[in-house]
């Protein structure tokens, strides 16, 4: 099984920066796919950037030239650089991962709890 833990989330003004991270524990191996998400109250979850174990990365529109997605491999840990952050961006970002490419489609396995980011 795979364990996922989200930090770095909190809250910041229009225009700030965030980095988030998700460590990641248990069994490994099987791990192909790795992505961010995101749900606000009212609101379906939605797909932010997602990363492949290629280096392969998929970002929604909305976070393209604002977000950057890397992976450490290391250290099992998953990063999300936020910068130029919206109001639009608050939501609970949850870290995610599969052994197949799900990339930003929400079918992964494992999930993390999530971590609250919010901009005013």
Request: charged residues 20%; contains cysteine; aromatic residues 10%.
């Amino acid at each position: 099984d795979v364990q996922l833990v989200e930090s770095g989330g909190g809250s910041v003004q229009t225009g700030g920066s965030l980095r988030l991270s998700c460590l990641a524990s248990g069994t490994l191996y099987p791990i192909h796919c790795t992505g961010w998400f995101r749900q606000s109250p009212g609101k379906e979850r939605e797909a932010v950037a997602a990363i492949d174990s290629d280096g392969t990365t998929s970002y929604a529109d909305s976070v393209k030239g604002r977000f950057t997605i890397s992976q450490d491999s290391a250290k099992n840990t998953l990063y999300l650089q936020m910068d130029n952050l919206r109001p639009t961006d608050t939501a609970m970002y949850y870290c995610s991962a599969d052994s197949r490419e799900w990339l930003l489609i929400p079918r992964y396995d494992w999930w993390g709890q999530g971590t609250q980011v919010t901009v005013s």
